[in-house]
């Protein structure tokens, strides 16, 4: 098998420190590639990046006629979020709408992402709850598909619950491919998590941001969540983030979601075009300069998009006493 090319690299003082190889591919509504690099047809997990299309069955199953989701709560149901006030208040306000509580997440607790909310949480001396959980918004609007169709919600993180058959068919009709038990795992959040081809993750988000392929609700539910997504940014990740800073510069013109090791997926919704990028040794930062490299190759940014994305492009690497010692950059074509 040929190896991956080298997509990033970090350089410290005047030698090369680390290479992160990875791949890439950009893909049209009609399945015609853009642009790639190494392996796009080798399966991998999306983890936390296809919760756009993990939402689906909210309208599926008639959950946002029944409950009436507002564009936060979808934006939250497509998030991982950082644990702010606002995305704890915001899962809290569905829960009780819907009539749960926390005690109905099966998510798991974990400390705030955001670094402040962690200490605000430490200083008053509370435990982080499931709500703080970067998946809290994902979870809810699974407990309302739930609802919706009238089944247990205990139990609805196992890979036999109705729900998550909903969840696996949706991502199977995006995506153009079915999703096979013998390439399944847990994602850290309890669900289930299938790979399949880099290529398809791409098609997919393609296909949501414009409808094609895909029958009129499904296309009206997917225009919906990513609507919803890029107007409210912060809710999507939070405070800083890369995913956040990017939809907020590109002002709805770019859906963009990170997913665990080394994962990037999303759409260029003007154009039509979806990308997904996986970094092989998993490396976030690393990945997030391939996302950067790629976005300034093909999205066409502006003078204010652009200076965003170089941040993530050419990431500075600094001492313990703040001094500059290295970069960690992204080296595919911008």
């Not at 939250?76 to 509580?101: I, Q, T, W």
């Not at 739930?146 to 995006?174: D, F, I, N, S, W």
């Not at 997504?229 to 002002?251: Q, Y």
Request: aromatic share 4%.
């Amino acid at each position: 098998m040929t190896a991956n090319p080298i997509l990033a690299e970090v350089v410290r003082g005047n030698w090369v420190e680390n290479l992160h190889r990875g791949a890439f591919v950009v893909v049209d509504a009609n399945g015609a590639i853009i642009a790639s690099a190494g392996d796009i047809e080798r399966a991998v997990f999306p983890r936390s990046a296809i919760k756009s299309m993990q939402a689906l069955p909210i309208f599926a199953q008639h959950a946002d006629e029944k409950f009436h989701h507002s564009d936060a709560e979808l934006a939250l149901a497509c998030a991982s979020h950082h644990g702010e006030d606002v995305h704890v208040n915001g899962v809290a306000g569905l829960l009780s709408r819907l009539g749960l509580s926390v005690a109905d997440l099966e998510c798991g607790a974990h400390a705030p992402t955001n670094a402040a909310a962690r200490d605000a949480l430490r200083a008053a001396g509370v435990e982080p709850s499931p709500l703080h959980n970067n998946c809290s918004g994902k979870h809810s609007g699974m407990l309302s598909v739930a609802l919706a169709m009238g089944v247990p919600t205990a139990g609805y993180v196992g890979r036999e619950h109705a729900v998550q058959k909903q969840v696996r068919a949706a991502v199977e009709t995006v995506i153009g491919e079915p999703l096979s038990e013998g390439k399944c795992g847990t994602d850290g959040c309890s669900i289930p998590t299938f790979a399949a081809p880099l290529r398809a993750f791409a098609y997919g988000f393609a296909r949501m941001a414009t409808g094609t392929g895909l029958s009129p609700e499904y296309a009206a539910a997917a225009r919906r969540l990513f609507d919803a997504a890029t107007k409210h940014p912060h809710l999507v990740a939070g405070t800083g983030h890369a995913d956040t800073r990017i939809m907020e510069a590109f002002n709805g013109r770019v859906m963009q979601k990170i997913g665990a090791q080394g994962v990037q997926c999303g759409a260029i919704r003007d154009k039509g075009w979806g990308y997904a990028i996986k970094c092989d040794d998993g490396d976030m930062h690393a990945s997030q300069a391939m996302l950067a490299g790629l976005l300034l190759a093909i999205a066409e940014p502006d003078a204010a998009q652009r200076e965003v994305l170089a941040r993530y492009a050419n990431q500075t690497i600094k001492s313990v006493r703040g001094a500059e010692v290295g970069v960690l950059r992204v080296t595919m074509p911008a």
